[in-house]
């Protein structure tokens, strides 16, 4: 049986997107090469970023079709990063909300990729 255990985002510029992600996860990458750059989470899963410009680089998608979520632990905790990622000056695609399955929103990283915030599902 297979686990996806990489989450690999394509991007135009990787120093400004390693900025970006090392500030919004708190942690260094642990590979960082100019085009690919790595960071493991503690859950096993690797979180990359592999630039557009590669010269190995194929793709013929585009478009922003999925999101990344970040599932905290309740409706507080929502909102705090909701403020402080407003404060931080992160782009906010669809605000603060109460969905079907609790309170939401959704920012941008440097790429336009999506990243929600959210509870778990009760």
């Not at 410009?53 to 999925?66: Q, T, Y």
């Not at 905790?77 to 407003?86: D, F, N, P, S, T």
Request: aromatic share 10%.
């Amino acid at each position: 049986m297979l686990s996806p255990n990489l989450i690999l985002l394509y991007v135009d510029d990787p120093e400004k997107s390693a900025a970006f992600y090392t500030c919004l996860l708190g942690r260094e990458p642990v590979a960082a090469f100019p085009t690919y750059i790595a960071y493991a989470l503690e859950n096993g899963l690797t979180f990359s970023l592999w630039s557009t410009k590669a010269a190995n680089f194929v793709s013929a998608g585009s478009g922003h079709r999925m999101e990344i979520a970040f599932m905290v632990k309740d409706d507080a905790e929502v909102e705090r990063l909701h403020a402080a990622w407003r404060k931080a000056g992160i782009p906010i695609e669809q605000e603060l909300m109460t969905a079907v399955f609790g309170r939401t929103f959704v920012a941008l990283d440097p790429d336009g990729h999506r990243l929600r915030v959210c509870t778990p599902d009760k």
